[in-house]
C-alpha cells in the first residue's frame, strides 16, 4: 500500500519535512508516524499537525498532495521507496538523497537536488534555482543521480556539479555549470549567459535552436555527431522525457573550456 499525507496546514511560516522519508517511516505504526516530530519555523510539531495521514508503508511508496508550496526539505536525505507529490512543494526538496524516486505533478522550488547522491528526481512543472548544486561554502554539489524537469529552471544549474545528469526542457537562467567538476547538464530551451565558467571537466549540452553567447574563455573544437548523445537522448525519452525523435541523431558543434580552468570541459550545441 502507499502512505497517503494530505496537507491540512493553513500557515505562512515554513514547514519542514526533514526524516520524513519511506526508508525512515517503513517499521512505524501509524500513530508513531503520527507523532513524529517536524519544524514549523523554530517551533517543533507533530506530523499529524499539518497533515491527515493514512495508509501504510508497506511498498515504501509515500504520496504528498495540497499546497505544498511552503513545505520544504521533502525527500531530504531519502535512501530508497518513492515520493510522488500532487502538486507544487517548497524548498531543497531530495536534497542529498542517494536512492529512491521522487515524482512532482506541479512544479518546486529552489535547490532540488542540491548535493543529492543517487536516485530520480522528474518534476513535471518548473523548478527554481540552484537545480542540482552544492550549498554555499561546499566544493561538491550533485554527485550521481538524474534531474528531470519537463518546465523552466532559474540560475546556478548544476553549480559545483560533480557527476550525474540534469534535463531540462524548458529554459533556463544564467550561469549554468558554474564550477562544474564532471557530469552531464542537458537543455532544450533559451538560457541566460556565462555559462561554464569555471567548469573544469563535464558537458553542457544546448539543444535549442538559439544558442547563448559563450564565454572566450572557451575555443572551438570540431561539428560531429557523439554517439553518446544519441544513447543519452533514447534513455530520456524511455524515461518519458519529452525528447522530440527528430533531434536524437543531430550534429553538434564542440567548444572546449573553461580554458582558465585547464579547458577539459565541453559545450556542445546542436546545430541540425
Not at 531519502?78 to 502538486?87: K, L, N
Not at 544549474?157 to 544564467?174: D, E, N, P, S
Not at 549540452?205 to 533514447?234: D, I, N, T, W
Request: glycine letters at 16%; a negative charge.
Amino acid at each position: 500500500m502507499t502512505l497517503e499525507l494530505e496537507y491540512i496546514g493553513d500557515t505562512t511560516i515554513p514547514v519542514e519535512l526533514q526524516g520524513v522519508t519511506p526508508c525512515r517511516l517503513r517499521d512505524l505504526s501509524l500513530s508513531e508516524i503520527e507523532g513524529m516530530e517536524i519544524y514549523h519555523g523554530k517551533e517543533i510539531v507533530s506530523l499529524a499537525d499539518f497533515f491527515k495521514i493514512s495508509g501504510d508503508l508497506s511498498d515504501e511508496q509515500m504520496r504528498l498532495s495540497g499546497d505544498l508550496s511552503g513545505v520544504h526539505w521533502i525527500g531530504s536525505k531519502m535512501e530508497s521507496g518513492s515520493i510522488a507529490i500532487r502538486g507544487n512543494c517548497g524548498r531543497h526538496l531530495g536534497s542529498e538523497m542517494t536512492s529512491g524516486t521522487i515524482t512532482v505533478q506541479g512544479s518546486a522550488s529552489d535547490w532540488v537536488g542540491a548535493e543529492m547522491r543517487g536516485g530520480l528526481i522528474y518534476i513535471k512543472g518548473d523548478a527554481g534555482h540552484q537545480v542540482g548544486a552544492g550549498y554555499r561554502g561546499s566544493s561538491t554539489g550533485m554527485n550521481r543521480g538524474t534531474i528531470l524537469v519537463h518546465g523552466d529552471v532559474g540560475n546556478e544549474l548544476g553549480l559545483t556539479m560533480r557527476r550525474g545528469l540534469i534535463a531540462v526542457g524548458g529554459k533556463a537562467g544564467g550561469l549554468i555549470g558554474f564550477n562544474m567538476r564532471a557530469g552531464t547538464i542537458m537543455l532544450f530551451g533559451a538560457s541566460g549567459i556565462r555559462h561554464g565558467a569555471a567548469m573544469r571537466r563535464g558537458s553542457i549540452v544546448f539543444m535549442g535552436a538559439a544558442h547563448p553567447p559563450l564565454l572566450p574563455s572557451f575555443k572551438y573544437s570540431c561539428r560531429y555527431q557523439p554517439e553518446f548523445m544519441q544513447l543519452l537522448l533514447r534513455n530520456l525519452q524511455n524515461l518519458g522525457f519529452p525528447v522530440p525523435t527528430s533531434v536524437v541523431d543531430s550534429t553538434y558543434d564542440l567548444h572546449h573550456g573553461d580554458m582558465i580552468d585547464g579547458g577539459r570541459g565541453e559545450v556542445l550545441l546542436r546545430v541540425s
